[in-house]
């Protein structure tokens, strides 16, 4: 059995204050739900605030992205040497980064690397335009990414790793994608995948998230799906219907 995990990715939201009101405002419920792995990904200015706020608590803390060294002369970026004094996860590879910063299957592969290596657990999004869906590129754009993302691990790894499958088209936009669609998609394009790098006992130990406009509405249409072990949530994390999407997920 795979333990769902719920995180929601904060993206440019909330300065310190902000912060700490939404962490007061969900924590203690969230805290109830021990069957689920929450997490907050948050912007790295609230890092060390929300991380001492979480300190014993069973509600992770993760950042947004990392950069692949551990120092050096990389300004304005932020290692996982750094990161990890707070954090456990890192969201890798969002398709707004590589829609707006320049990502690509290679950088996301080295940064995932960096990541596992330093102990931090890595979120890795994948996910087609609205253009390759409208191709029907989906299924050969994310076995791509996957492909890539995902070389040069080892096994004694892989486990630990955590996909996300964020068709782009519905993030952030109200059109989530049809959940069976979804656990189709993810069977095709990230279980089979998986299998075929790491082999068949990872396939079937690491989890995949579903992302897009997933809202505490619609969140246990996702989790009743097969492949899907849980979400990666952008608006509705920023609000109570957060506890919602948790509660949705420990059913
Ligand atoms: P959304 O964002 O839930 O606002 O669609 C999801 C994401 O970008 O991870």
Known sequence: MRKPIVAGNWKMHKTVAEAEELVMMLQKDIEKISSIESVFCVPFTSLFKVSSMLQNSSIGVGVQNIHWE??????????????????????????????????????VNIRVIAALTNDIVPIMCVGETLYENQKRMTLDVITRQMKIGLQN????????????????????????????????????????????????????????????????????????????????????SLKPDFIEIIKAAAK
Not at 76 to 104: C, D, N, Q, W
Not at 225 to 232: K, R, S, V, Y
Request: charged share 20%.
């Open 70 to 107: 551990k120092q050096g002369a990389f300004t304005g970026e932020i290692s996982p040497l750094m990161v990890k004094e707070f954090a456990k996860y890192a969201i890798i590879g969002h398709s707004e980064r590589r829609a707006y910063f320049g990502e690509t299957d290679t950088t």
């Open 153 to 236: 691990i080892g096994n004694e790894f892989a486990e630990k790793i955590v996909i996300a499958y964020e068709p782009v088209w519905a993030i952030g936009t109200g059109l989530a994608c049809d959940p069976v669609t979804a656990n189709d998609i993810i069977f095709h394009a990230i279980r089979t995948p998986l299998k075929n790098i790491f082999g068949e006992k990872v396939s079937q130990t690491v989890r995949v998230q579903y992302g897009g406009s997933v809202n505490g509405s619609n969140a246990r249409d996702y989790f009743s799906q097969p492949e899907i072990d849980g979400a990666l949530v952008g608006g509705a």
